[in-house]
């Protein structure tokens, strides 16, 4: 059975940065990903990595977030840098196998966490 617990989040200001865990059990090898839910929108694809360490984002963090994972420690992270208050949202940690690594469809992910609140006050 999967578990995902993220952890990390948090309140900041504009241009400052947070980094994001995601502990994860029974989900060796699997795709995993970020994804962000703002009030009112619906969820949306952060950044996914694939079993062995490809990666892919949204348009809208390239440059600024990295997403990352230590499968020795099970967990998954994401460094947020140059936040700007329209990252302000929950974010969820997800898994799945087989998938589309690259995929930034939440749709299509089948495991999830709780989420963890990112908020960036200007």
């Known amino acids: 059975q999967v578990q995902l617990v993220e952890s990390g989040g948090g309140s900041v200001q504009s241009g400052g940065s947070l980094r994001l865990s995601c502990a994860a059990s029974g989900a060796s090898s699997y795709s995993m990903g970020w994804f962000r839910r703002a009030p009112g929108k619906e969820r949306e694809g952060v950044a996914t990595i694939s079993s062995d360490g490809k990666t892919t984002y949204t348009d809208s963090v390239k440059g600024r977030f990295t997403i990352s994972r230590d499968d020795a420690k099970n967990t998954l992270y994401l460094q947020m840098d140059r936040l700007k208050p329209e990252d302000t949202a929950m974010y969820y940690c997800?898994?799945?196998?087989?998938?589309?690594?690259?995929?930034?469809?939440?749709?299509?992910?089948?495991?999830w966490g709780q989420g963890t609140q990112v908020t960036v006050s200007s």
């Open positions: 997800a898994a799945d196998s087989p998938i589309a690594w690259w995929d930034l469809n939440y749709m299509n992910w089948n495991y």
